[in-house]
């Protein structure tokens, strides 16, 4: 009975890990999904066309274990009046490439600035960055010319420490990882009571569509890419801001649980001559919830410093 028991146990097993190795089918996630390649990298985008008279293209840059899905109110506010918006999933997220040890890194602003170049010059985009993708859009700033830096409860980012990098890139990490977020992100209350806590919204929480992020962190080995990812990111280029010569404006929320004092002092001790927005009542994600209140927030500080 023992042994029958083991054997089981060790069918079921292989089975739990087969599963979470499953890729997304082939053919693309989103009616409007795009591709684009550079190097070993496939980035997946989409784009919200302007209605109207087109004022300027947005790029926008999703937080951790975010990805496109989370700009899609904004976004959708945004085209209305009258700006492209291109939203981008990066490397290790979304439906985007996951690194591992075979995969000739790039840093991602490197990929993101060359999707960018591909669509037209960097002098001609608004790049729009919340939390860790906030950081993602700093660099870029620093190293091209912008029209312009939106920054939603931006998050500097910093090296991750040597010391941990044979244990969080091993094999039996990867492994943990992929089967945490294939199975551990299925527990239907846990996410939404996530989604709570980062955006402060009972009623939005409620509506929530929870496919929206859990489906894409259940994709293609997600947690092994972030092992991955964990060790090619670049520290947010904080020192080198007086090189941003568009300007920025600098959101923040008053309820966010998910930035600590001292990394909101960071960004806005980095920016200080940006506009600034508080939004009261607000949490971490107050992209998706308060959407139409950012757009109007942006669009007035877009038409005051870059002209209609």
Request: net charge neutral; glycine share 6%; hydrophobic share 40%.
């Amino acid at each position: 009975m023992k042994k029958l028991l083991a054997c089981f146990l060790a069918l079921v097993l292989a089975v739990l890990c087969s599963v979470a190795a499953l890729a997304f089918p082939d053919g693309a996630p989103f009616a409007d999904s795009r591709y684009y390649t550079y190097g070993d990298y496939r980035l997946h985008y989409r784009t919200v066309p302007a209605q109207g008279e087109m004022r300027g293209r947005i790029l926008m840059l999703h937080g951790f274990l975010c990805s496109t899905y989370a700009w899609r109110n904004m976004a959708a506010e945004m085209a209305a009046k009258g700006y492209e918006c291109v939203l981008v999933d990066l490397p290790d997220f979304g439906y985007s490439t996951r690194e591992t040890t075979e995969t000739n890194i790039v840093p991602r602003e490197e990929s993101v600035t060359a999707l960018m170049q591909s669509i037209a010059p960097t002098r001609e985009w608004i790049v729009a960055g919340h939390s860790m993708g906030g950081s993602v859009a700093v660099n870029i700033a620093v190293a091209q010319p912008l029209r312009a830096l939106l920054l939603y409860c931006p998050c500097p980012q910093d090296s991750f420490p040597a010391w941990a990098k044979g244990v969080m890139t091993s094999k039996g990490m990867k492994r943990c990882m992929d089967l945490f977020f294939s199975y551990g992100t299925r527990l239907d209350p846990v996410v939404r009571l996530t989604i709570l806590a980062a955006t402060n919204d009972r009623a939005f929480t409620k509506a929530y569509d929870l496919s929206g992020v859990t489906d894409p962190v259940q994709y293609d080995h997600f947690g092994a890419g972030l092992c991955e990812m964990m060790y090619s990111v670049q520290p947010t280029r904080l020192q080198e801001t007086d090189r941003i010569a568009c300007p920025v404006l600098l959101c923040q929320a008053d309820r966010d649980v998910i930035l600590t004092r001292s990394l909101k002092s960071r960004m806005q001790n980095a920016f200080p001559d940006a506009e600034t927005y508080t939004v009261h009542g607000g949490g971490h994600q107050c992209i998706e919830n308060r959407a139409a209140e950012l757009a109007d927030v942006t669009c007035g500080f877009l038409d005051a410093q870059c002209g209609r």
